[in-house]
């Protein structure tokens, strides 16, 4: 398709919309429901739109050309760990700010999922996360989000088959755009990424846990807690002060009970912090009854601050969980820690 000036105003942004919302815009161009997938599926497979398609007569094709706008992040740098193979990108896209995402590698490169940036920075400051030290910078727009797999899959010898919203930013302090993203990578004509294997991950925004309970959507949900003492909680993740432990566990219960889903709770481990067994002890008295999922993730901060648990701390913490709660406990590897790629350590650089 022949290159055409970006007018963001008038211009139909491809990568912001499914292809049904693609039809309702330009049927008035004359293209049809299969006609908007195929469109749909070259911007977002190989992220551009040829000159030709099939089906679609030249014509039209060049009517579309002055509709729409096909905008591409800019891969400023990429960087693979030797020791585990996460391979972290850092992008630049329509406004200010670098952000990045995790290529992670399953069953020894099988397939891979990704970790995608929702935000430039976060306003959450978690004090554990280098991305909360940022603060936060903008909210990324739909296509920025969705890009970052199209990118990262081109850039891939195997399939894209998960998607984490775990990278820069609280997901649901941008929730439109990003269920809309999440939308479009779950289409079949294009990423075709199964909506049960998109995960987003919230430090506990209670409307954003109720809002997507009521959604309809079968993404999963993880909701990091890190503490279930609430003045414990308050020194590591000021989102406690707005969103108090009693009340984040009420939504919890209602997500489960509309969706019928399981949520993973994560629980960043910090040495001699949250890890004894009285902090256990709280938190399997704080999930009593509900069906969650307790992943343990080793803290990653490369200043030193908080070191990760000792092998003796983190045994007897899963195994007071294990043997209290018969919910099932795992410890998440959390990889790229030598290109600082890791749960906590993404902040716009390599
Ligand atoms: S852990 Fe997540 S929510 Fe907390 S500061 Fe980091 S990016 Fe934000």
Redesign the pocket.
Known sequence: MAEFKVNYRMAVILKNQTSDELYSRLSAIGLTPRQARQVQAAALKTGFIPRQLPDIPMRLMEKLAREVMLPHLNLTGKVTSPADGFTKYVFSGAGAGLFEAVRIPLMAGEKYVVCVSSQVG?G???IF?R??AMGYKRDLLTWEIVDQVVKIAADSDKRITGVVFMG???PFMNYERVLQAARIMCEPCGLAVSAKAITIST?GIIPGILRLADSGFPFRLIV?LTAADPAVRLKL?PVEKKYPLHELVQAIRAYCEKTKNRVTIAWTMLRGVNVHEKDARDLAALLAGLPVNINLIDVNDPVGRYLPPTDQERAAFRDYLRMHTGMPVKRRYSGGKDIHAAC?MLAESL
Do not use: K, L, N, P
Request: charge should be negative; proline fraction near 0%.
């Open positions: 976060c959450q400051g978690c996360c991305t909360g820069m930013g609280e430090a990091s993740m906590g």
